[in-house]
């Protein structure tokens, strides 16, 4: 392995066969509800597959900037919080699949046996962290803003708090076990994070004004809750 | 404050929290967290070994960072395309209600 390699998904090779085989069969059903949520959003409402485009894009440039962040590491924005609140968590799965794939592939980051761990912490439980966030400050009257920066952190931090237990269930530690490799890989990959998703948060709620204000009829046309 | 004012303010403050890592931690090498990651899995199971190795790998750090940037350059490229697109369509909604 290069020692140029940046960024922050799970290593190609890094999860012992069992649970990169784990992660994979965890990561099916939300795959398939994905391709189906996905096929459903274009086939009721065609106008939108140009905002889908435009999810994807977002996703694109967010998870090729890798920020520096005060622990001194890098790491990148996962870019899911957009479209986690734009379409529902589960359209996520799919574009998320798609950027992990092409960086697996081309820029040998992450990697394709660990696909399967990084697609379920990036695409899947981050999103339906966003999305719950999202959703519960609504309801609790917050302004919708103070509802995408929030809900867009937590999902971003979810998501390094997710990889850290991936990769801590493979390697326990032999003293202290599960919880003292949590806390040593929480603190590689959480901790750098906090910065990195406070911007992402402020990215999304800028991009979200921008469609606001330029794509009004899509975003009425999608009924955001 | 108007959309434009205040997506300028949100920039500057994203552009001060990037560069605040510089300032709390200059003498840090700033490597990726995967890289970390690696040591820390080292450090934690010693006998483990990958046993899969990327298909291909970037040769150098330049083609790698060719890469990211094309993957960069796809995206905003998109994003601007996007946007220039529902402003032209709005500025020709605007004009042709006026010519009416």
Redesign the interface.
């Given at each position: 392995?290069?020692?140029?390699?940046?960024?922050?998904?799970?290593?190609?090779?890094?999860l012992?066969?069992k649970w990169a085989g784990f992660w994979y069969i965890a990561m099916l059903p939300f795959l398939y509800m994905g391709v189906r949520g996905l096929a459903g959003s274009v086939k009721n409402n065609p106008r939108t597959i140009?905002l889908i485009?435009?999810v994807?894009?977002?996703?694109?440039?967010?998870?090729?900037?890798?920020?520096?962040?005060?622990?001194?590491?890098?790491?990148h924005a996962t870019g899911m919080g957009l479209g986690a609140i734009l379409f529902g968590p589960s359209v996520m799965i799919v574009i998320g699949l798609i950027v992990l794939l092409?960086?697996?592939?081309?820029?040998?980051?992450g990697?394709?046996?660990t696909l399967g761990a990084n697609v379920m912490s990036m695409a899947v439980i981050g999103p339906f962290v966003t999305y719950g966030v999202y959703l519960l400050l609504k309801k609790m009257g917050a302004p919708r803003w103070a509802g995408i920066f929030m809900g867009t952190a937590l999902g971003g931090l979810a998501t390094y708090l997710v990889t850290a237990i991936q990769?801590a269930l493979a390697?326990?530690?032999?003293i202290g076990g599960f919880y003292?490799?949590w806390v040593?890989?929480t603190g590689?990959?959480a901790i750098?994070?906090v910065?990195i998703a406070?911007?992402e948060g402020?990215?999304t709620?800028?991009?979200f004004?921008?469609l606001m204000?330029?794509?009004k009829q899509e975003m009425e046309s999608l009924n955001l809750s | 404050m108007s959309?434009f004012k205040?997506?300028l303010v949100?920039?500057l403050?994203?552009i001060l929290?990037?560069a605040?890592?510089?300032v709390?931690?200059s003498?840090?090498?700033?490597?990726?967290?995967?890289?970390?990651?690696?040591e820390?899995?080292s450090?934690?199971?010693p006998n483990?070994e990958?046993?899969?190795?990327?298909?291909?790998?970037?040769p150098s750090?330049e083609v790698?960072s060719l890469?990211?940037?094309l993957?960069?350059a796809?995206?905003?490229?998109?994003?601007c395309f996007?946007?220039g697109y529902?402003?032209g369509i709005?500025k020709g909604d605007i004009s042709a209600k006026l010519q009416v």
């Open positions: 392995m290069g020692i140029y390699i940046f960024g922050m998904h799970i290593m190609e090779g890094f012992p066969i140009l485009a435009f994807g894009a977002f996703t694109f440039v967010l998870s090729a900037l890798k920020l520096p962040s005060v622990t001194g590491s890098s790491s092409f960086q697996a592939v081309l820029l040998a980051h990697g394709i046996t990769l390697h326990p530690s032999d003292a490799s040593k890989f590689i990959f750098t994070q910065p406070v911007v402020i990215l709620v800028m991009v004004n921008l204000s330029y794509s | 959309n205040l997506n949100l920039t403050l994203v929290i990037v605040l890592a510089f709390i931690n003498e840090a090498e700033f490597l990726g967290a995967d890289s970390q990651a690696e820390a899995v450090e934690v199971n483990y990958p046993w899969f190795e990327p298909l291909w790998e970037p750090p790698e890469l990211f940037a993957q960069a796809i995206g905003a490229g998109f994003i996007y946007i529902k402003m709005k």
